[in-house]
């Protein structure tokens, strides 16, 4: 090992960031959504279940900040706005929409192992109560 990786660690490095962007908890939903094509912010909100106008607008705008995906304001009235992957956000879709279709894939074998794991702890806990 060499000097400079012996001082390497995973706090320190630069990519933490990047994933931390794109692995919280709705980027990768929103990269493959509109991956599908250019969506406007109603889109996007009616097609992925659960988030808020607020966590869109959060998510969007670190997208956004990255060069992951590009915003297009169209000067119109009322104001159109719509969504679409940069040719950086492309390079992460395939990757992207392997990790949402895994997960969705394997929710109930998670669940049900999240319920076993729930159920140990549970009978680990109880005798000291």
Not at 3 to 12: C, F, G, K, V
Not at 35 to 52: A, C, M, P, Y
Request: charged share 30%; net charge negative.
């Amino acid at each position: 090992m060499q000097a400079a990786e012996a001082e390497w660690t995973p706090s320190q490095c630069r990519a933490r960031d990047i994933l931390d962007r794109i692995g919280d908890k709705w980027s990768l939903y929103v990269i493959a959504t509109i991956g599908d094509g250019t969506k406007r912010f109603n889109q996007l909100k009616r097609e992925i279940d659960g988030i808020s106008q607020r966590m869109l607008t959060v998510t969007l705008r670190g997208l956004e900040r990255d060069g992951i995906v590009t915003r297009t304001m169209y000067p119109v009235m009322p104001p159109r706005v719509e969504y679409s992957l940069t040719e950086l956000g492309r390079t992460l879709l395939e990757n992207v929409t392997a990790f949402v279709l895994w997960a969705e894939r394997h929710v109930d074998e998670i669940e049900a192992a999240r319920a076993r794991y729930d159920a140990r702890a549970a009978e680990e806990v109880e005798p000291f109560a």
